[in-house]
């Protein structure tokens, strides 16, 4: 079936997977592009420019596998071995507040 694919749509795939990649690890960015890059490419140094930073907690994924609760969800059998991170309100990431600060100046 993958001869059917066309090379745009690899293309497209690759930037759809990079860009999700990019928000999820981009404290990793930091590895690459240095904070002094970033600003002179006008760039935030605090993410990027991608007004959002992965949380920490769950590496952005929103929602945290095991832990110290983990017996108590094991007893309590409609919920898997997870919960919802508290952190960033299970979204994964929070709103850069580099930018956001930005935003409220302009
Ligand atoms: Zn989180
Ligand atoms: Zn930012």
Known sequence: MFEHITASEIAG????A????ATVYAPKIDSFISAS???SLGMCKRCGDLRLI???SCKGSGVIKGG???FIQLENKSKVRSSSCTKC???GHFQCPECSNKLSRA
């Open 18 to 21: 990079f860009l999700l990649g």
């Open 54 to 56: 992965a949380c920490s």
């Open 89 to 91: 309100g299970a979204r």
């Open 68 to 70: 110290p609760f983990n």
């Open 13 to 16: 795939f690759g930037v759809g």
């Open 37 to 39: 890059q970033r600003s």
